[in-house]
């Protein structure tokens, strides 16, 4: 179904699944489940491209031709879902701080870099010369252990996300990051809310069941002077 590069071991290399014992974040889990099982038989490099689909098909905003950014895209498992639903028609920037392995698809740009780098606006302006769709994160930080540590670490990566979102989706553009329940969710939240016409907590069934995240959905971006 996508013979888009070999399946990485995704699982065996996040910073939680290597450490389970000392994040607070995400208990234990058996890192070969079915979604693991299910991505690498299908060729998939993440079994997170399930939790995409799913947002993807519940949201129903990720159509053929449409353009999308992709913020802690590797290795590659959401890449591989946006740019199959996109088509060739459309384009899907995938950014990442660790290389990602190129996909041979002419629909598909990758950019190594840091998002909270100074000079990240400038690089991803760059590569996006049109209004985007749909702005997507699933950027991770990695995880300390220290609950109130890690789940400020992720809201940061979240409002970078968000002003991504504000500063480079079409009106009406949508929006999807992945976001750790706790500390100052709430006030993330209702900065989304303010510049979307609706909003909403998704949980895809691919998610550990003991993780604290969720997906934040939004549609229909209202820029500042709409
Ligand atoms: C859970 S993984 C993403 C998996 C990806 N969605 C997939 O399906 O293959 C989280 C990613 O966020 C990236 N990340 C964390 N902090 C970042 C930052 N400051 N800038 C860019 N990427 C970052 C990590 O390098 C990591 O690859």
Same mark, same amino acid.
């Given at each position: 179904?996508?013979?888009?590069g ?17 994040s607070?974040?995400?208990k ?18 993440a ?9 993807a ?10 353009? @999308?950014?992709?913020? *802690? ?5 959401w890449? %591989? &879902?946006? +740019? /199959?639903?996109v ?6 920037v ?14 598909v740009?990758?950019?190594?870099a840091?998002?909270?780098s ?34 400020a ?7 970078i ?10 009106p ?6 992945k @976001?750790?329940?706790? *500390? ?6 209702? %900065? &989304?809310? +303010? /510049? ?5 907590i998704?949980r ?14 939004a ?8």
């Amino acid at each position: 179904m996508y013979p888009l590069g070999e399946a990485v071991e995704r699982a065996h290399t996040h910073p939680v699944a290597r450490a389970p014992s000392v994040s607070t974040m995400a208990k234990p889990y058996d890192v070969h489940d079915r979604f693991y099982r299910k991505a690498k038989a299908q060729g998939l490099r993440a079994r997170s491209a399930f939790k995409i689909d799913e947002l993807a098909e519940r949201m129903g905003v990720v159509k053929p031709g449409i353009a @999308v950014l992709d913020l *802690g895209a590797a290795p590659g498992g959401w890449l %591989q &879902v946006l +740019a /199959r639903r996109v088509g060739p028609s459309g384009l899907v920037v995938g950014v990442d701080l660790v290389p990602i392995k190129p996909l041979a698809l002419p629909q598909v740009k990758l950019l190594q870099a840091d998002v909270t780098s100074p000079g990240f606006a400038a690089q991803l302006a760059a590569l996006t010369p049109t209004k985007l769709d749909l702005v997507t994160s699933d950027m991770a930080p990695k995880t300390c252990g220290i609950r109130a540590t890690d789940e400020a670490r992720s809201l940061e990566l979240c409002g970078i996300a968000l002003r991504c979102a504000q500063d480079h989706l079409r009106p009406g553009g949508a929006f999807i990051t992945k @976001v750790f329940m706790g *500390g100052d969710f709430k006030v993330f939240e209702r %900065q &989304v809310r +303010a /510049r979307f016409a609706s909003i909403k907590i998704m949980r895809p069934e691919a998610t550990r069941a003991h993780s604290f995240e969720v997906y934040l959905t939004a549609r229909g971006f209202q820029p500042a002077s709409a």
